[in-house]
């Protein structure tokens, strides 16, 4: 038995290169409960990071009571992490979760039945759409649905009522990984694959914290450093991470700095020569001024900028321009920072200069943070066109209009979708007097929280929520619908590297709750939304027609499903997609013959400038004559909207923790993660705790010009001049709103996003800090992450364990791991 709190990756597995990663398999059951005892396996995947691992779910007397992974999948090997170990099942089998309908009443809301709850969405729905018309809804949804419901809301918002006023919480988390591809390539859609890691000779980890938001990923990267001939690591962080810890170089930008240590690894590949001539010629476009761009940006002049070694900058670029096989791997620092796309575009750059890309070991992961995010693209529910359509392409418009049985007109192309900061402006101002929001938690993720509660508290709202709990947002509205969670329902969802996998219901939801995609039915027949025809917009009867209706609409599309059906998911592995008749297991890696999904008739884009954001239109777009080549994509650099001054001299960064997944209303109800990481912290570096006159423990009140917290200070190895705190911890199990100090992270950030994926800047804030108390000497930080105590602190703090409660087996089985097919085979 091994403590999976205290040992959040598990025991080490080696192996070589072009090995398969060994089989592990990792399992938790209930207090006193051993296999014996269990009822049934039933087969689904875990929904507690974007890695998306397979895993069963143990049933007994009809009640989720544990979990082990699946050996059979080839995206885990049997492997669990803590949080898919000990929240997946406890959180949601907990007496806190809705189960009936809540309605306000006199200013409360009072439990009441679905009819009555319906019949209030259904009539202030039609009440707006007859006197306002389809601009006075929005939708805010989830990366954590089921494709299915994605597929759902997306036609019932553009077919049904015809809002461009849709997205996701994928916003804050995923939008800069799909604008990046779909800039650089023509269409979102992973590269790379994980089978990457068993292959690479060298990773670059771009503001990646793989070690705490995907941490069996990270196990198998640790494999690979403990077995023969192991990738050298290249880590961009500003904390010191456990990836960090296991670097050759660790590039500890300041944030907001990004791109100009991109464009000074760019730079040397260019002086150095390491270029793969060939393949740019044939296979890219705009390499000139990609060249121009990047010429000002030596190793000193980035050191200067980012605050990193200027030989540093020269060790990383040697590593990634000498290496025969790299992997990169990309995620929030870069994608919640300043000149996000722009500084996701130059990792793939430096792919696509060394003709890196759709090789064994060699490819790019523009990662997600939640584990549908893919779908919520996917789909079209952040306001995409489903199926990576071109909102600009009118023949990608009529395609959906004959699929959907509807007149074009109806599905808004007429300006580019509305991002979910504009949807809240909106309702800030008013023209949007109807918002649902879906299994997210904006009260506490979005930014300067202090004004988001005032919009979500407006009169004039409508504002539905759609959740498992009663949330900080759903506290604000008018109705409430219980939600069945994972486990409860059936449904399909994507991982990261396009990896399908099927969930299967294994017991009943609590109460009255339903799946989301039940209510959305229920929603768009109660309205009247019909096709041409006059029959039901979804004409589904349950979640596998509506998968065969979404195969449809992927059909030639470069997220192509159509290979794909309910029975061939059950039973064996995920598939990653592109699965079709041409490749009926699926595609391993994108891009192997160097042709990009850049024609203009088939492209998901036709680019944006990365300094403006300004579309770059169709005319425009095609004189510059991809033709299936890369696009380099680049802008000059600009520092971060928000910059340290005399009254505000910190830099202040958020971030996640191990243990906890979001808001917390899943892993703060499992006691073994909660217990780990209890309450918010706030961390400095040591010359900054002692030029302020604090000690591990000490109560700071941390204040930008939007807000402030307070918390105790974990003192780390973070970079001087910066200040981090965990985005999770809001206000739901202490009343649903500040009671004076706050502590959520979001109260501090700025209401800034990218010029092109608007990504809301959740990583750049100037801050001033100053103690408020003495402590106890200790914080509720973990110490086994990036969050442990600084090693110049010379004292001991008391370790994270989880004891007998956390303890899980291992097994290291002595089987194949799954196959993965060749190359040749995979296309």
Not at 253 to 259: D, E, H
Not at 506 to 528: C, F, K, N, Q, W
């Amino acid at each position: 038995m091994v403590d999976r709190i205290a040992d959040i990756w598990g025991t080490r597995t080696p192996y070589a290169r072009d090995e398969r990663w060994p089989v592990r398999v990792d399992q938790v059951l209930a207090e006193g409960l051993a296999d014996a005892d269990v009822d049934r396996w039933v087969q689904s995947a875990c929904v507690l990071c974007s890695n998306g691992c397979g895993i069963d779910i143990a049933v007994k007397d009809d009640r989720m009571v544990g979990v082990r992974g699946r050996a059979t999948d080839i995206v885990n090997h049997g492997r669990l992490g803590p949080k898919g170990m000990f929240a997946s099942w406890q959180g949601v089998s907990h007496p806190d979760r809705l189960t009936r309908p809540l309605v306000r009443e006199n200013g409360e809301l009072v439990e009441t039945d679905w009819e009555t709850a319906m019949q209030r969405i259904v009539s202030r729905s039609r009440e707006l759409l007859d006197t306002k018309g389809p601009l006075s809804h929005g939708f805010y949804t989830s990366g954590q649905l089921f494709l299915e419901e994605y597929y759902a809301q997306a036609i019932v918002g553009k077919a049904g009522i015809g809002t461009p006023h849709m997205d996701g919480n994928t916003r804050l988390c995923t939008a800069t990984a799909a604008a990046s591809m779909k800039e650089s390539f023509g269409s979102d859609g992973q590269p790379g694959s994980y089978v990457d890691i068993d292959e690479c000779d060298a990773m670059f980890l771009y503001g990646h914290n793989m070690a705490e938001t995907q941490t069996v990923l990270w196990a198998r990267v640790l494999d690979r450093v403990a077995g023969p001939n192991p990738p050298r690591i290249v880590c961009v962080d500003p904390r010191e991470t456990e990836v960090a810890r296991h670097a050759e170089v660790h590039l500890a930008v300041k944030p907001g700095t990004n791109l100009a240590l991109m464009h000074g690894l760019v730079r040397e590949l260019f002086a150095n020569g390491w270029i793969d001539e060939e393949y740019v010629e044939q296979h890219t476009v705009g390499v000139e001024d990609l060249r121009k761009t990047v010429e000002p940006w030596t190793p000193e002049a980035v050191a200067e900028t980012c605050g990193v070694e200027a030989n540093d900058v020269r060790r990383a670029a040697e590593i990634f321009g000498t290496s025969g096989r790299v992997l990169s791997t990309v995620l929030q620092g870069f994608y919640q920072s300043s000149q996000a796309t722009a500084a996701s575009c130059a990792v793939n750059n430096l792919q696509l200069l060394r003709g890196l890309i759709g090789k064994p070991g060699s490819g790019i992961l523009q990662m997600n943070g939640q584990p549908t995010a893919q779908n919520n693209r996917e789909c079209g529910a952040d306001g995409d066109l489903s199926g990576f359509r071109n909102w600009e392409n009118p023949d990608h418009v009529q395609e959906l209009a004959d699929l959907w049985g509807i007149d074009p007109a109806i599905i808004p192309h007429w300006a580019p979708p509305t991002h979910a900061m504009q949807i809240f402006r909106y309702v800030e101002q008013g023209s949007i007097e109807f918002l649902w929001v879906t299994g997210t938690n904006p009260a506490v993720s979005l930014p300067q929280l202090g004004r988001i509660r005032e919009i979500l508290g407006k009169e004039e709202l409508f504002l539905v929520v759609q959740d498992l709990y009663l949330t900080e947002t759903a506290q604000y509205a008018d109705v409430v619908l219980p939600a069945a969670a994972w486990g409860e329902k059936t449904g399909t969802f994507t991982n990261v590297n396009r990896t399908v996998h099927l969930s299967e219901q294994a017991v009943e939801p609590p109460g009255d709750a339903r799946s989301d995609l039940e209510t959305v039915i229920d929603y768009s027949r109660r309205m009247g939304f019909t096709k041409r025809d006059g029959s039901p917009l979804l004409d589904w009867n349950g979640p596998e027609d509506a998968f065969t209706a979404w195969t449809e609409c992927t059909r030639g599309r470069p997220c192509d499903y159509t290979g794909l059906s309910y029975e061939k998911l059950r039973g064996g592995s995920g598939v990653p997609w592109p699965c079709n008749e041409d490749h009926p297991d699926g595609t391993v890696r994108l891009y192997r013959d160097g042709v990009f999904s850049t024609d203009p008739d088939y492209c998901e884009t036709y680019g944006h400038d990365l300094l403006t954001g300004a579309t770059i239109g169709p005319e425009t777009y095609k004189a510059n004559n991809p033709a299936g080549r890369a696009i380099f994509k680049t802008a000059p650099y600009h520092p971060a909207h928000e910059t340290p001054d005399d009254a505000y001299p910190f830099r202040y960064t958020t971030g996640r923790t191990a243990y906890h997944f979001h808001t917390r209303t899943k892993t703060a109800r499992s006691p073994q993660l909660n217990d780990a990481a209890p309450d918010a912290w706030v961390e400095l570096s040591p010359d900054d705790a002692a030029a302020l006159g604090v000690t591990e423990g000490d109560i700071v009140r941390v204040a930008s010009r939007r807000g402030a917290i307070e918390s105790a200070v974990r003192v780390t190895d973070i970079e001087r001049g910066t200040v981090f705190s965990p985005f999770h911890y809001g206000y739901w199990d202490r009343g649903g709103e500040p009671q004076g100090a706050g502590r959520a992270a979001n109260e501090l950030t700025i209401t800034e996003w990218d010029p092109v994926s608007k990504q809301p800047v959740l990583k750049n804030a100037a801050v001033s800090v100053e103690k408020i108390a003495d402590g106890d000497g200790t914080s509720p930080a973990p110490t086994t992450t990036a969050s442990r105590p600084s090693r110049r602190l010379g004292r001991r703090i008391h370790p994270t364990i989880g004891g007998a409660a956390a303890e899980a087996t291992e097994t290291i089985a002595p089987v194949e791991p799954p196959r993965v097919a060749t190359q040749e085979e995979h296309g």
